[in-house]
């Protein structure tokens, strides 16, 4: 079946440096949402990626889908430790329009 | 209320017994999610509501679990005869249409199973 997969699986950075989690599908993917977990939270929706090659921005963070929407990156500039948690990347699934399969995740601490 | 609310946020049962969790969507959200989360995991797909219609029970993993959205909107997701490996977050999500949208995450269900 269509597998998500993220890496790194973890990632420590010092306050102000900056950090990329990549995401990478077995298939072409239709969108790719990304989520954010807090510690002890559940996930929340950042944003969706629809268009081959397309890049978003929200404030520091940067979002990138793949010409061949098969992959994607998130890029956070400058973190502050209000950025700490886990990045999920999230494709939908074997064909399916209803289905999202998540990725494992990158945890991302701050080190202040 | 204004997002998706779960109970209870913890649960602690012992193998072999039965437990029941409750989603209450974000009102008239069409789409409903069950997934499970282990720690360090990413969320994995467990079932899908669209109204009262289950449509795809692919990812329950085994017939002690059961799912039910009888009237559209509050899910229960069943565990019967629970065993240590179904100790996990229990998430549920719900989307306002059936594609492509974001999801909407509950708090989540603790379970842990002495």
């Known amino acids: 079946g269509q597998q998500v997969m993220q890496i790194p699986q973890y990632q420590h950075v010092q306050e102000g440096e900056d950090f990329t989690t990549y995401c990478n599908s077995s298939?072409?993917?239709?969108?790719i949402q990304w989520y954010k977990q807090r510690p002890g939270g559940h996930p929340v929706f950042l944003i969706q990626l629809v268009k081959s090659g397309e890049v978003k921005k929200q404030k520091r963070l940067t979002f990138q889908f793949g010409e061949a929407k098969k992959n994607s990156s998130l890029h956070i500039t400058a973190t502050q430790t209000t950025d700490v948690g886990t990045y999920f990347c999230?494709?939908?699934?074997?064909?399916?329009?209803?289905?999202?399969?998540f990725g494992k995740g990158t945890l991302l601490t701050v080190n202040p | 209320g204004a997002g998706v609310s779960q109970s209870p946020r913890y649960k602690v049962a012992k193998r072999g017994q039965d437990v029941a969790l409750r989603c209450d969507p974000i009102?008239?959200?069409?789409?409903l999610f069950w997934y499970q989360q282990a720690l360090g995991q990413g969320p994995e797909f467990l079932t899908y509501?669209?109204?009262?219609?289950?449509?795809?029970k692919s990812g329950l993993p085994s017939d002690r679990f059961f799912a039910e959205r009888p009237e559209g909107s509050v899910s229960t997701l069943k565990i019967q005869r629970t065993q240590q490996e179904d100790s996990a977050v229990y998430l549920c999500a719900s989307r306002r249409t059936g594609f492509n949208e974001k999801l909407f995450f509950g708090s989540g269900t603790q379970l842990s199973v002495l």
């Open positions: 999230a494709g939908p699934s074997g064909g399916s329009n209803y289905k999202l399969t």
């Open positions: 509501f669209q109204n009262e219609a289950q449509l795809d």
């Open positions: 009102s008239g959200h069409v789409s």
């Open positions: 298939t072409t993917l239709s969108n």
